[in-house]
């Protein structure tokens, strides 16, 4: 997973200066942050302690920025080393024109090749949704 270590090291000082002026310390409990100092911490790990937004209308916006930055920078690296990557593309999905098949009986002879590993591996995804999947795919055995 990508992350600035300078973001890392920033956060770290944060939360070594307020353990440091911790005024109850007899407490044993971690001290909390801020839903603000959450978000600062994630921007400055992920998205480096120099990303910013220039006139930024609201923290709505600067969220959903930071968001896409860091989905941007995650997503397709990351993804292409997946258990679910290799899955998906174990098998070719053959959608050439000239062949005269459509989507969907493309994804059944897709289907058909994945092993029982691979098929377990895609419905296993946290999101994955069997009647989504079928509507896409037409793909019925999916839920079995």
């Given at each position: 997973?990508?992350?600035?270590?300078?973001?890392?090291?920033?956060?770290?000082?944060?939360?070594?200066?307020?353990?440091?002026?911790?005024?109850?310390?007899?407490?044993?409990?971690?001290?909390?942050?801020?839903?603000?100092?959450?978000?600062?911490?994630?921007?400055?790990?992920?998205?480096?302690?120099?990303?910013?937004?220039?006139?930024?209308?609201?923290?709505?916006?600067?969220?959903?920025?930071?968001?896409?930055?860091?989905?941007?920078?995650?997503?397709?690296?990351?993804?292409?080393?997946?258990?679910?990557?290799?899955?998906?593309?174990?098998?070719?999905?053959?959608?050439?024109?000239?062949?005269?098949?459509?989507?969907?009986?493309?994804?059944?002879?897709?289907?058909?090749?994945?092993?029982?590993?691979?098929?377990q591996i895609i419905r296993?995804?946290?999101?994955?949704?069997?009647?989504?999947?079928?509507e896409i795919t037409g793909?019925?055995?999916?839920?079995?």
């Amino acid at each position: 997973m990508y992350y600035d270590i300078n973001g890392v090291k920033a956060y770290s000082e944060r939360m070594r200066y307020k353990y440091k002026n911790r005024k109850d310390t007899d407490n044993v409990f971690p001290v909390g942050i801020t839903d603000a100092e959450f978000r600062k911490a994630i921007i400055d790990i992920f998205c480096g302690v120099d990303w910013f937004i220039s006139y930024p209308g609201s923290q709505t916006q600067v969220n959903e920025e930071a968001i896409e930055t860091i989905l941007r920078r995650i997503t397709m690296r990351e993804f292409r080393q997946t258990e679910y990557y290799r899955a998906l593309y174990s098998v070719p999905i053959n959608l050439v024109k000239e062949r005269g098949v459509d989507f969907k009986t493309a994804c059944a002879e897709w289907w058909k090749e994945l092993s029982i590993e691979d098929k377990q591996i895609i419905r296993e995804r946290p999101n994955f949704d069997a009647k989504i999947f079928e509507e896409i795919t037409g793909i019925k055995e999916a839920t079995e």
